[in-house]
């Protein structure tokens, strides 16, 4: 029998760390890839960068970016009144209630938004006046539609009701998913129906609403190009094409219009980051891990 010195160790089941030389060269080649289409891109006299850097921050530019961000925000803002008011309505019993929800969320899921944005462009020639009238008091109601009904207007409610119809469904998905014994649990200690709805469900279906919430609001800020069907001619995407016809000059103004877009869609993919931190506060699936089991 070898007998084992005290200076010497005896290793069993030493771990041999696994070499991924596929992945080492999958990196090699992404890293080449992306400096050859970067060196591509800088270099590309076609693209105009100078033209890029002189409208990057053009006042009618900037105009564009603050129309766009308005228009996302107010449509967002009505979209989710809206679609809190459909899941309310579908989820209250009242048969007629839940109908007309459901055809809401079937009309406007179910059509193009494009389609939708041209129809409220062309409600003052549906609808040249909005007038109402009283048995015995005559009209005291009589407006021109196109004098209330302005593009900005016509362009918020096209989005906004298209966006309902999706919201609405996330919304429902995100309340269905919490337990419904929470819900008994708190109507047996005598909690009512909106405190239940306040303190319960909302605050544990908001981990799983926030994440396609913020995809619909990034989704929203890019449909916001489309509104030049209603026709709405202040947005970022009609100011970059207004220039670039000028300028006969259609790629550094769409790079522009693309820079702006980017931009602002990292500032709400950081937001949504922070809500879902937020709301997901003690239930970090990463922090979750399977301790070894210590030896006898």
Not at 40 to 56: G, I, K, Q, R
Not at 173 to 202: N, P, S
Request: net charge neutral.
């Amino acid at each position: 029998m070898h007998q084992v010195h005290e200076d010497q160790q005896i290793e069993l089941n030493q771990p041999i760390p696994v070499k991924h030389y596929g992945r080492w060269l999958l990196t090699a080649f992404l890293l080449a890839s992306a400096v050859i289409v970067a060196s591509s891109l800088a270099t590309n006299p076609n693209f105009h960068w100078d033209v890029v850097d002189e409208y990057l921050f053009d006042a009618q530019i900037l105009r564009g970016v603050g129309w766009t961000l308005a228009l996302t925000l107010v449509a967002m803002i009505f979209s989710i009144l809206i679609a809190a008011a459909l899941v309310i309505m579908r989820d209250s019993g009242n048969p007629v209630l839940s109908t007309l929800s459901w055809l809401w969320v079937w009309f406007f899921r179910g059509t193009p938004v494009y389609t939708q944005l041209v129809f409220w462009g062309l409600l003052s020639v549906l609808y040249p006046r909005i007038s109402l009238e009283l048995p015995g008091l005559g009209a005291i109601l009589d407006l021109r539609t196109k004098d209330v009904f302005t593009p900005a207007i016509a362009a918020i409610a096209g989005l906004a009701f298209n966006e309902s119809a999706y919201l609405a469904e996330i919304f429902r998905a995100g309340f269905k998913a919490v337990d419904g014994g929470q819900t008994e649990a708190a109507q047996a200690l005598g909690m009512r129906r909106m405190k239940i709805l306040c303190r319960i469900i909302i605050p544990q279906a908001m981990r799983m609403i926030i994440p396609p919430t913020g995809n619909e609001t990034i989704g929203m800020l890019k449909t916001t190009s489309l509104v030049l069907a209603v026709p709405f001619a202040y947005d970022l995407t009609f100011a970059a094409n207004t220039i670039s016809n000028r300028l006969y000059l259609p790629i550094p103004l769409l790079v522009v219009a693309g820079l702006w877009y980017l931009s602002i869609t990292s500032l709400l993919m950081w937001g949504q980051s922070y809500l879902e931190r937020y709301f997901g506060r003690g239930i970090d699936r990463n922090q979750i891990s399977i301790a070894p089991k210590e030896s006898a």
